[in-house]
């Protein structure tokens, strides 16, 4: 179930509040300029489908989107658990870090755990299969995949070079909750 833990930076025991209900999640995060949606997919998708097959299940709201907001590539990461630089991955993803670009991704399947760190307060968002999430430009964030990884994400870049980050140099990651198995 997707979820999102609100921390006070200073108590990363104890959330301030935990939300599982999807239009509480999406308005606590439009509060803060964070869209969280949910997709639904035109066609089933078929356990071993291209990137393009991925794709054209969501070619409406995907097209919707970068219109909206000029997104002008897009792909498909797929991570799980055989995948010979997980362990490395995972340690890049989880250094605190910022984007130039707002970092959008669609969960086609699978898990993640995005957590955002604004001002004195971090929202850990649990994304599940058919969430959206997009993480304003300039925003303080990491991610966490679990020990175990599986995920396939769409995701949409307004940077022709792709994934680029920023990292902060902040030990902040390691205080907080990560993605359980
Ligand atoms: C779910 S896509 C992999 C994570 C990623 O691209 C990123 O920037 C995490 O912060
Ligand atoms: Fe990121
Ligand atoms: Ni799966």
């Known amino acids: 179930m997707s979820s ?23 308005s606590t995060l439009a509060e803060q300029g964070v869209r969280f949606d949910r997709w639904q997919a035109a066609t089933k998708i078929q356990p071993g489908a291209s990137q393009e097959e991925v794709i054209s299940a969501y070619q409406e709201q995907i097209d919707k989107l970068m219109t909206e907001r000029g997104y002008i590539t897009v792909d498909v990461i797929s991570l799980n658990s055989d995948h010979p630089q997980k362990a490395e991955l995972r340690a890049k993803f989880l250094e605190e870090h910022r984007h130039g670009e ?10 993640g755990l995005f957590t955002l760190h604004i001002d004195d307060y971090v929202y850990a968002v649990l994304c599940e299969k058919n969430d959206l999430i997009s993480v304003p430009a300039g925003t303080k964030h990491w991610f966490d995949m679990g020990e175990h990884p599986h995920f396939v994400a769409i995701r949409l870049f307004n940077n022709p070079e792709g994934w680029v980050a920023n ?10 909750p990560r993605l359980e198995d």
């Open 4 to 26: 999102l833990s609100v921390y006070h930076v200073s108590s990363p025991e104890i959330p301030n509040k935990v939300l599982t209900h999807f239009e509480d999640i999406a």
């Open 102 to 111: 707002d970092e959008v991704r669609f969960f086609v399947a699978g898990r």
């Open 167 to 176: 990292f902060t140099g902040e030990d902040i990651a390691g205080r907080f």
